[in-house]
């Protein structure tokens, strides 16, 4: 069975930049679509980004070019580098695969 662990949230100043990373168990990652969703506090959890086995992504209008979703599968894990953060992209970030979420980091973006 697959467990998923985030890492790399924080606070950050606005226009500043993070990286999250989410790293897998279980076989056969490479496969696997996987993705980024995060939830705002008051707010439904909404798809981020999300990348397939052979490197096809998908972003949200919100993070087109600020957000870029990769994945190592070497290392089954999967990344988000975030830039030009802005206060409405603090959330809890969940990484998501194979029906099974992760534990959730939270990224605040406050001066």
């Known amino acids: 069975q697959v467990q998923l662990v985030e890492s790399g949230g924080g606070l950050v100043q606005p226009g500043g930049s993070l990286r999250l990373s989410c790293a897998a168990s279980?076989?056969?990652?490479?496969?696997?679509?996987m993705a980024w969703y995060r939830q705002a506090p008051g707010k439904e959890r909404e798809l981020v980004a999300s990348i397939t086995g052979d490197g096809q992504t998908n972003y949200a209008d919100s993070v087109k070019g600020r957000f870029t979703i990769s994945r190592d599968n070497a290392k089954k894990t999967m990344y988000l580098q975030m830039s030009s953060l802005q206060p409405e992209d603090t959330a809890v970030y969940y990484c998501?695969?194979?029906?099974?979420w992760g534990q959730g980091t939270l990224v605040t973006v406050s001066s």
């Open positions: 279980g076989n056969f990652f490479s496969i696997y679509t």
């Open positions: 998501y695969s194979r029906r099974v």
